[in-house]
């Protein structure tokens, strides 16, 4: 049974950083790119970062670029996404995503939600100003 489960959610204050998890179980983590997603109240789910794990390819999205950086421990089947100067507008739903479409993508990375297939429950990340 493939599970993403996320932790290090919080409520933090603006300027702040959190460390957000995602253990993983059930599938060749080796082989499946894993994203990061969050959902704000009355908007969509927007990617976040991703990472491919068969070379490391990473996105970012434009909003967080230079203060998220995600990171994969092979050895524990986990990814972690540390978001330094939180702000405000970061408050959201966090959730984790694994690709089963994508396996072993080389180069490029997806970014899309509707390109991934396993996804976890979401940790909440609120951020006062």
């Known amino acids: 049974e493939v599970q993403l489960v996320e932790s290090g959610g919080g409520l933090v204050q603006a300027g702040e950083s959190l460390r957000l998890s995602c253990a993983t179980s059930g599938f060749a983590f080796d082989d499946y790119p894993i994203g990061w997603f969050r959902q704000a109240p009355g908007k969509e789910r927007e990617g976040v970062a991703c990472i491919t794990n068969t070379d490391g390819t990473t996105f970012y999205a434009d909003s967080v670029k230079d203060r998220v950086t995600i990171s994969s421990d092979d050895a524990n089947n986990t990814v972690y996404l540390q978001m330094n100067d939180l702000r405000p507008e970061d408050t959201a739903v966090y959730y984790c995503?694994?690709?089963?479409?994508?396996?072993?993508?080389?180069?490029?990375?997806?970014?899309?939600?509707?390109?991934?297939?396993?996804w976890g429950q979401g940790t909440q990340v609120t951020v006062s100003s």
């Open positions: 995503a694994a690709s089963s479409t994508y396996t072993r993508a080389w180069h490029w990375v997806p970014r899309a939600p509707h390109e991934y297939d396993y």
